[in-house]
């Protein structure tokens, strides 16, 4: 499988849009926690996917922290 990173806001929704039509409502409905599978798992070297700098995360907002960084981002 092929992923592509979206880089503008029109690729975003469409992506959005079917990842909704992929999963299932019961599905919606099992998912419980949040980042409770991260749990013991910093630190970390996490890879931009729009630079491609590495980011030594000691906790789960340093890549956020990045993204409100990134020269690269689409997004901001």
């Known amino acids: 499988m092929e992923i592509k990173v979206p880089t503008n806001k029109a690729e975003m929704e469409e992506l959005a849009r079917s990842l909704r039509q992929e999963i299932?409502?019961?599905d919606l409905d099992s998912v419980a926690g949040g980042n409770d599978d991260l749990q013991g798992k910093f630190p970390m070297?996490?890879?931009c996917p729009f630079c491609g700098a590495v980011v030594h995360c000691k906790q789960i907002h340093d890549a956020a922290k990045h993204m409100t960084k990134c020269p690269n981002?689409?997004?901001k």
Do not use: A, G
Request: glycine fraction near 0%; proline fraction near 11%.
């Open 45 to 47: 070297d996490w890879t």
């Open 24 to 26: 299932s409502e019961d």
């Open 73 to 75: 981002n689409p997004y």
